[in-house]
């Protein structure tokens, strides 16, 4: 027998620690995603693997996440928030324990896998609990806070990694996260409390298949495209047929894994396409931008770590205010300027040379954060704000999967259009193999991929004046009777 907790009904609930519980694991998850990435080359040195081995450290990764995001609605319809929480957290410790002893790559490989087990995890149960003990008017100061997370956690990780391995091992880029993730554990424990409703929905053994196979598919297709052949279109193709089905099978189907009836609801359908757009825009930004400064300015990663670094930390910082700002003003007054900001900073991208000064190409990401602090979770507040209680855990699956997938996307379709663009510069060049025209055809096919990425940013800009407040149905009957 289980029972519902209302918070705005059931004064008993600490909303500050429920939050602070969240966050801390949210925090210690979103950190180890770029920690890892500075280490890549020792990694490659200790365990004698080549690039194309190491990468899948990063799309292992991905894959797991993008398989169980679309299940959290099921799972989180079966255990209560303590049990999801403390769950999540307890297979990340233990991912993290394997990393950090792992005697070979296999056993790192097997580490990243079950860390991302629970990192999968996090983040439907953290905005599916915020949904819960918040109401409306006062869900977009929350949701800021989980956006400080999200952004200045990997803003960090890079330059705190980087700093790490200039004095010790690979491995205590492990050590150093275990005695964090316990604390998330006891603090959870302690504070966190049941806010949702055990409902125990039908297991629909034929949709996760469907949904495992769909959108592990892509990911994967999209990991391995990198390596070349037919593997990874194969996969993609598999992955496309499967979502198709998955997608069927949801709307004829008594109880779905993912009620797609949340695309009923306009507001929320018009949030998850411009989350879409505004994610692929990120990731051109995140793919590129390291690789210019790394490949074009010459900067250690450690350097290039600490250019990226003042950005997050400005948009870690303006999330919480942003959201406060939204439970003011509403979405349109913020993600409108915000959009046409990164517009016009992902337009200047396009305009980079190859001999642009650290401090320009600060101040531009800078901007593009700032910009996007003013989009993120305004937009996706906006959204869920519409669902009634019973489809939050299905609306925050679906954003939180899509999402992910066009991340892959976006990352796949950017260094395809960088490494074309280069290509092409090549084959009009009287000397393809000089230094200084490989360095021009980087930069060139950089610019061409920039380009693209400041289009969907217009599109989702365009989409974004069509934004408007929004209230629940149960909230709107409520304030009508």
């Known amino acids: ?100 002893l792992s005697p070979s790559f296999g056993f790192l490989l097997l580490g990243r896998v079950v860390q991302a087990s629970g990192s999968g995890l996090l983040m439907p149960v953290m905005m599916n609990t915020i949904l819960y003990i918040y109401p409306p008017e006062k869900r977009g100061a929350a949701m800021g806070l989980i956006g400080l997370v999200i952004m200045f956690a990997p803003a960090l990780g890079p330059t705190l990694s980087g700093l790490i391995i200039s004095y010790f091992s690979w491995r205590w880029l492990f050590y150093l996260v275990i005695p964090l993730a316990i604390f998330s554990i006891l603090f959870a424990a302690y504070f966190l409390k049941n806010v949702s409703e055990v409902t125990r929905p039908k297991v629909e053994i034929p949709s996760i298949l469907l949904s495992t196979i769909g959108f592990g598919g892509l990911v994967y297709g999209m990991g391995s495209s990198a390596e070349g052949g037919l593997m990874g279109p194969i996969f993609m193709i598999a992955g496309a047929v499967s979502l198709i089905l998955f997608v069927w099978r949801q709307l004829v189907i008594e109880n779905p894994i993912l009620d797609l009836r949340t695309f009923k609801y306009p507001m929320f359908a018009l949030s998850t396409i411009i989350l879409i757009l505004v994610m692929m825009t990120l990731f051109s930004t995140m793919i590129l ?97 519409q669902l009634p209680k019973k489809l939050y855990p299905h609306g925050t699956a679906i954003m939180n999967t899509l999402q992910q997938v066009a991340g892959g996307v976006g990352t796949a379709l950017f260094v395809g259009i960088m490494a074309s663009g280069s290509q092409s510069y090549l084959s009009r060049s009287s000397h393809p193999t000089a230094p200084d025209q490989m360095l021009s055809a980087l930069v060139s096919g950089m610019n061409g991929a920039f380009l693209i990425s400041m289009l969907i940013a217009l599109a989702s800009l365009v989409l974004s004046l069509f934004l408007k407040r929004t209230v629940a149905p149960e909230e709107q009957q409520a304030e009508e009777i």
């Open 1 to 100: 027998m289980t029972t519902q907790i209302s918070a705005a009904g059931d004064q008993t609930i600490r909303r500050g620690p429920i939050t602070v519980a969240l966050i801390i694991g949210a925090f210690v998850a979103i950190l180890n995603e770029t920690f890892l990435n500075i280490a890549l080359a020792d990694l490659m040195r200790t365990f004698n693997v080549s690039a194309t081995t190491v990468q899948w450290l990063a799309t292992a990764y991905m894959l797991v996440i993008g398989i169980l995001m679309p299940v959290t609605a099921l799972l989180t319809g079966w255990f209560t928030t303590r049990q999801m929480f403390l769950g999540a957290m307890g297979l990340f410790l233990l991912g993290t324990v394997i990393c950090g």
């Open 289 to 385: 931008l390291p690789l210019y400064m790394q490949k074009v300015m010459m900067l250690t990663s450690f350097s290039a770590g600490l250019v990226l670094l003042p950005g997050g930390l400005i948009n870690g910082f303006l999330s919480p205010l942003m959201g406060k700002l939204f439970d003011k003003l509403g979405p349109r007054w913020l993600v409108i300027p915000g959009l046409v900001l990164m517009s016009v900073v992902i337009w200047l991208f396009s305009k980079l040379t190859s001999s642009e000064s650290s401090l320009y190409v600060i101040i531009l990401y800078a901007a593009l954060l700032i910009g996007m602090a003013m989009v993120m979770m305004p937009v996706s507040t906006t959204g869920l704000n």
